[in-house]
């Protein structure tokens, strides 16, 4: 079983930390959405904590790429929506990390504009040495 392990995930917190315009959350899950490393930066609104969860846990576990990939296919299917689980986020700064092609985990940040979110996950995933789709 491929994690990300901890000193990479170490690696795209202190990116995504050094590299952000602004306050935010970066949250780093394995494969199922679990903790590996987080950090709220100073000034972060609290409820970033928990949508950073959110959107690494659903990056993690669903089969989409990212969260905003997940949104775009669910968006005009009721029923596809309402079989997501409950703790799924459909906002954009959750991307799921890769090594080659097997899902080690994801990333997420919030506390950002969402495409600026998004962005900030990708460059700290890649500065990290791995993937993302």
Same mark, same amino acid.
């Given at each position: 079983?491929?994690?990300?392990?901890?000193?990479?995930?170490?690696?795209?917190?202190?990116? @995504?930390?050094?590299?952000?315009?602004?306050?935010? /959350?970066?949250?780093?899950?394995?494969?199922?959405?679990?903790?590996? @490393?987080?950090?709220?930066?100073?000034?972060?609104?609290?409820? /970033?904590?928990?949508?950073?969860?959110?959107?690494?846990? /659903?990056?993690?576990?669903?089969?989409?790429?990212?969260?905003?990939?997940?949104?775009?296919?669910?968006?005009?299917?009721?029923?596809?929506? @309402?079989?997501?689980?409950?703790?799924?986020?459909?906002?954009?700064?959750?991307?799921?990390?890769?090594?080659?092609?097997?899902?080690?985990?994801?990333?997420?940040?919030?506390?950002?504009?969402?495409?600026?979110?998004?962005?900030?996950?990708?460059?700290?995933?890649?500065?990290?040495?791995?993937?993302?789709?």
């Amino acid at each position: 079983m491929r994690l990300v392990r901890l000193e990479q995930a170490k690696a795209i917190v202190d990116h @995504a930390v050094s590299h952000s315009p602004g306050p935010m /959350t970066v949250y780093v899950a394995d494969d199922h959405g679990e903790l590996v @490393a987080a950090a709220t930066m100073d000034g972060a609104s609290h409820d /970033t904590r928990l949508n950073a969860e959110r959107k690494a846990y /659903t990056a993690a576990r669903s089969d989409a790429p990212s969260t905003a990939a997940l949104a775009d296919r669910v968006r005009d299917d009721p029923v596809e929506l @309402a079989s997501c689980d409950p703790f799924f986020s459909f906002f954009r700064g959750g991307v799921a990390v890769f090594e080659g092609e097997h899902r080690v985990g994801a990333v997420g940040v919030s506390g950002l504009p969402g495409a600026e979110d998004d962005a900030l996950a990708r460059s700290a995933i890649e500065a990290a040495g791995l993937i993302c789709h």
